[in-house]
């Protein structure tokens, strides 16, 4: 949370399944278009936090499928618990926040009565959270009857269903809606609230998130009947909620073109991105950028041109260095000539590029340091570096890349993987 100094300029909270993630799409384009929109604009100056009913083992589970960014908060099981950075670093606070007239011992017991409750696995049953599968046409009338037996037994919880098969009991004080405004609340303390809030999402759970005052929200093209509905009942005249045409991350992506948040063109949509010279004022877009052409490079999405590699070493320092992750050594102009090389090796396959945590720091007044991960997949397979790069400005004209430093990412080093780990 210390990572700006100032108020984000856009603090996005998004729920995963079905809303950022999209279990249709097997290329995972929508959720692509996004990091790189994220990365390249608004990595920088604003906040990512992902607000998802899974509990920490399902969630690390799903960024080891999917190719997801790294958020700057981490909301998970529904609201229950609330970690920073890319450590994280659990809010304490808010755990002791959430004891109060909470047992989940008599919850346990009340639920045991109720036959139509099928118990989720025990990954999922957290301190705050005691999840169970229930029919749809059964589930209004559990509900109902449950929350008269756990109140008799003096507790104070919240009970919601989602996707049309999940119900969740929680602490009354629990959900997505309440920890986003236990987040607004701190960061209103420290002076630093965000300027605008979009928040995202599909099913039930996510339903609260739209009641926080002041935000702007979009609920995906595919959003399930439980949250249209509440959203009938609720909130239909309010002007900053939108029903997306488009579904899962793109529909994000429409959400903030239409409330005119900030850039709303991803790079991937942009069909040459080496088109602009580099640009030290944004070394996150410039990055994003050149992976994007790595990638669009080694699929032959684009002509096979000279030009792109003779740009490029342009824009290299002659005597710069290129430090491969396997601890090799070359001049970056010679990594350029050897990418060259690799056009089109992997046309037709599922190769995929992309940049997480872009940051960068200023040395002195044309020299800035940049740092990020970089992801390679093919099929399955995925391999992550470490990088930093140090960049220095030609006077408003460009910039030059001086070094370049890559590390294996735990786990990557010596792993089977997209094998032309080139630059
Ligand atoms: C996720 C959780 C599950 C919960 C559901 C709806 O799928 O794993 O426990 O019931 O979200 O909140
Ligand atoms: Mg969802």
């Known amino acids: ?17 079905h809303t950022m993630v999209d279990h249709h799409d097997p290329e995972n384009l929508s959720l692509l278009r996004f990091n790189a929109l994220w990365e390249g604009y608004y990595r920088h100056d604003s906040l990512l936090v992902f607000s998802t009913g899974r509990s920490p083992t399902l969630y ?6 999917k190719p997801m960014i790294t958020p700057d908060i981490t909301i998970m099981s529904v609201g229950t618990e609330i970690t920073y950075g890319t450590s994280m670093v659990p809010d304490d606070g808010w755990v002791e926040y959430l004891n109060q007239k909470w047992d989940k011992n008599i919850v346990r017991e009340e ?72 987040l607004h609340k701190k960061f209103t303390a420290e002076g630093k609230l965000p300027t605008n809030t979009l ?23 595919n959003a ?37 948040l900030g850039p709303n063109v991803s790079p991937r949509d942009v069909a040459d991105t080496l088109e602009c010279k580099m640009d030290c004022m944004n070394p996150g877009l410039e990055t994003v950028k050149y992976f994007l052409f790595y990638e669009r490079w080694l699929r032959a999405e684009i002509d096979r041109s000279d030009l792109y590699i003779a740009n490029l070493k342009a824009n290299c320092h002659p005597t710069g260095i290129f430090m491969h992750p396997s601890g090799v050594e070359i001049l970056l102009t010679d990594s350029l000539s050897e990418l060259s090389k690799h056009y089109g090796d992997k046309q037709g396959k599922k190769f995929r590029v992309w940049v997480d945590r872009v940051s960068t720091i200023q040395l002195d007044s044309d020299t800035w340091l940049v740092k990020y991960n970089k992801w390679e997949s093919l099929g399955e397979e995925r391999k992550g570096c470490m990088a930093t790069a140090i960049v220095s400005s030609k006077g408003g004209n460009g910039s030059t890349l001086i070094h370049a430093h890559q590390t ?7 792993k089977d993987g997209p094998s032309s780990w080139i630059l």
Request: glycine share 8%; aromatic share 6%.
């Open 60 to 65: 690390k589970q799903l960024r080891k499928e």
């Open 111 to 182: 639920t045991r009565k109720f036959p139509e409750l099928t118990l989720q696995a025990e990954t999922e049953q957290r301190a705050h959270k005691v999840s169970f599968y229930v029919e749809k046409d059964k589930a209004q009338a559990v509900t109902k009857a449950l929350a008269e037996a756990l109140e008799k037994r003096g507790l104070d919880v919240k009970i919601i269903y989602s996707g049309g098969i999940d119900l969740d009991i929680l602490p009354q004080g629990a959900g997505k809606g309440q920890a986003l405004a236990y």
């Open 199 to 221: 928040v995202c999402g599909d099913s039930g759970n996510d339903a609260e998130l739209f009641s926080i005052p002041d935000v702007h929200g979009v609920m995906v093209k």
């Open 1 to 17: 949370m210390d990572r700006l100094q100032t108020s984000a300029r856009l603090m996005i909270v998004s729920d995963l399944d």
């Open 408 to 414: 294996w990412l735990e786990g990557s080093e010596g």
């Open 224 to 260: 399930q009947e439980e949250l249209l509905h509440w959203h009938a009942e609720n909130a239909k005249d309010n002007p900053k909620i939108i029903h997306a045409t488009k579904e899962c991350a793109a529909g994000i992506i429409e959400a903030i073109g239409y409330f005119n």
